[in-house]
């Protein structure tokens, strides 16, 4: 297996594939492009429902949007980048590389849909699978690049940093670059030194650490762990955003999402007894912004004991929901719900990660040579409430610049001395599985119930306590285990759920 590149990608979403693609254009660079998944569609893009925001350029209202949505915390400059240069990346990754299908009207128009938060349709969308078609129409476009390579079944354990490289404590200062990662096979059961003059991390947000997430398994933080104990700078990691309206069905962890387009269309949210409870929240009922249905729905929940809330969607047709909504329309009937009849019982859950690995609006970390692109990445944009479907965008945007970054700034000759970079020493103690699962679920039941939609500095500061003390055990667990998957997984998300749960403290001084 090649394992020198003169580009690392770590991760397959929606941003890695962007930064590969615009990378990919100088022919003379080779990119590496690796996943823990199976298969490299494994992602969190593959899950999107809703759609993308296209911004045309007479839209002078989404600036204001996303600071309304995000009460005006979110950064003005990352915003004006998302204006100013998104439509042109949309349209030259999406619509001239990848031709991805999206819905258009009768003129060959691009259909727009709207969701919450938005003053104006703006969204693009291909039914209720968006980001499928996105992630699949890029992937066939890699498919034939000759530079891009993408391996699979590969887990990132630890970047590799100068100091592996051994250069001195007084010299790091200055010097500390990463020179790409350590990285577990799961099919060799082995680990390889991947070095490459750049790295990128696309490895997604940590929605996963919580109980009820919309998410797929990978979203344990895998990529911000990293940049922790690299000594890089991580913002804003208390602002998780919880999904107003995942199903409420036997599946309880992983929530199956019903898109905020629903809502964009008409559906409304009810409370058991029939009422639409949004009146008592806020003036754009259930199109406010996403932090404030959630907490309404929360609020409900909890002071009448329900176990969830409705939405109903039954003033459209059987023939239009099939049809503008397949996937979600054929899921419920498997759960013997005909949306066009029945209401559907639906809970907020953990779907989207504010903060993350600090960057510039160029994708450049804290750490010289690391780029973080995609959900991992805090740009500033999404402020401490994201406006809806900006992720995507964001994703391709700021994959698409961060490549543009590398390509000027790549070096010609290597920059790391592979012979001094020290073997990864694999320990052989065999580990047990039902202590993995049992404290990957005392994470998920403290987090969602001590760190979820509605906090107070008690509950942190047990949560705070917990957590430690877990962190203490696994870690001492990891030092002795043969290396899994499943334990980097599980020693990354207790030390970023101890981030999480630093930062929410902050702001809950009493
Ligand atoms: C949704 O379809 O509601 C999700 C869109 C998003 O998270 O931006």
Not at 198 to 227: C, E, F, I, P, S
Not at 394 to 413: M, Q, R, S
Request: net charge neutral; glycine share 6%.
């Amino acid at each position: 297996m090649k394992t020198t590149y003169d580009v690392l990608i770590i991760g397959t979403g929606i941003a890695g594939l962007t930064t590969a693609i615009k990378l990919a254009e100088n022919k003379d660079i080779s990119i590496g492009l690796i996943t823990r998944g199976k298969k490299p569609e494994e992602s969190n893009t593959y899950w999107a429902q809703g759609g993308i925001i296209y911004v045309e350029t007479d839209d002078e209202k989404i600036q204001a949007d996303i600071q309304l949505a995000s009460k005006n915390t979110s950064y003005d400059k990352a915003i004006e980048v998302i204006t100013k240069d998104s439509s042109k990346i949309f349209k030259e990754i999406l619509v001239d590389k990848a031709k991805t299908v999206f819905n258009s009207n009768d003129d060959g128009s691009l259909a727009l849909t709207q969701e919450a938060a938005h003053s104006i349709p703006r969204i693009v969308y291909n039914t209720d699978a968006t980001g499928k078609a996105i992630e699949i129409s890029l992937l066939k476009y890699i498919d034939s690049l000759e530079n891009v390579s993408i391996l699979t079944e590969l887990t990132a354990v630890d970047l590799i940093t100068s100091s592996h490289h051994g250069v001195s404590i007084h010299q790091r200062y200055e010097e500390d670059k990463i020179l790409g990662a350590y990285v577990f096979d799961q099919k060799e059961n082995k680990v390889h030194k991947f070095l490459a003059k750049k790295t990128v991390l696309a490895t997604g947000g940590v929605n996963a650490l919580y109980l009820h997430h919309t998410n797929g398994l990978g979203a344990r933080g895998d990529g911000h762990a990293m940049v922790r104990r690299a000594g890089g700078v991580l913002a804003n990691m208390e602002f998780i955003q919880f999904h107003p309206t995942t199903f409420f069905g036997p599946i309880a962890q992983k929530r199956f999402l019903l898109t905020e387009a629903l809502r964009g269309e008409g559906a409304k949210l009810l409370n058991p007894n029939g009422d639409r409870f949004m009146e008592k929240y806020h003036k754009y009922l259930e199109l406010a912004p996403r932090d404030i249905v959630s907490d309404a729905i929360m609020t409900e929940m909890i002071e009448n004991k329900w176990e969830s809330v409705y939405l109903d969607i039954t003033h459209e047709s059987r023939e239009h929901l099939s049809t503008r909504f397949p996937t979600i329309f054929k899921y419920l009937l498997d759960h013997k719900l005909d949306m066009s009849k029945d209401l559907i019982p639906v809970v907020p859950a953990a779907h989207y990660t504010c903060g993350g690995v600090k960057t510039d609006l160029w994708g450049q970390t804290s750490l010289n040579n690391l780029f973080a692109v995609g959900e991992v990445a805090c740009t500033g944009l999404h402020g401490v409430n994201r406006l809806a479907s900006t992720s995507l965008l964001e994703g391709l945007t700021f994959g698409y610049k961060a490549a543009e970054k590398i390509l000027d700034e790549l070096p010609n000759e290597v920059i790391y001395d592979e012979e001094k970079l020290k073997n990864w020493n694999l320990s052989k103690e065999h580990f047990d599985m039902s202590l993995i699962n049992q404290d990957k679920m005392i994470i998920k039941h403290t987090m969602w119930n001590y760190v979820g939609i509605k906090k107070s500095r008690n509950r942190l500061l047990r949560a705070k306590a917990m957590v430690s003390e877990l962190n203490t055990q696994i870690q001492k667990f990891y030092k002795d285990a043969v290396l899994h998957d499943d334990l980097i997984g599980l020693r990354n998300s207790v030390e970023v759920c101890y981030t999480i749960i630093s930062a929410s403290l902050r702001g809950h001084k009493e």
